[in-house]
Nanobody, 116 residues
């Protein structure tokens, strides 16, 4: 059973920042795409950002310019730096490791709440 271990969620005021982390097994981290998705109450899960192993990053329009996804090969960890947070960013954030036709793994989710 592959485990993606997420951390870094919490409560933050509008305009604040948080950094999410997701640690993955090296065999997964090195060969596939890593991404973050989120699901707000009553809404479908949506892609936030993705960083393939060999291509450019991609972001949802709603987070461009505010969120940055990055990966640290030495730690097998992917990060999501979230700045200028808005109440509409409130959701459960899920880490995802994906390689077409091979695997699609998900973390347990971490709650991000943006509220004053």
């Amino acid at each position: 059973q592959v485990q993606l271990v997420e951390s870094g969620g919490g409560l933050v005021q509008p305009g604040g920042s948080l950094r999410l982390s997701c640690a993955a097994p090296r065999s997964i981290f090195s060969h596939g795409a890593m991404g973050w998705h989120r699901q707000a109450p009553g809404k479908e899960r949506e892609l936030v950002a993705v960083i393939p192993s060999d291509a450019d990053t991609n972001y949802a329009d709603s987070v461009k310019g505010r969120f940055t996804i990055s990966r640290d090969g030495a730690k097998n960890t992917v990060y999501l730096q979230m700045n200028s947070l808005k109440p509409e960013d409130t959701a459960v954030y899920y880490c995802n490791a994906y390689k077409p036709d091979e695997y699609d793994y998900w973390g347990q989710g971490t709650q991000v709440t943006v509220s004053s």
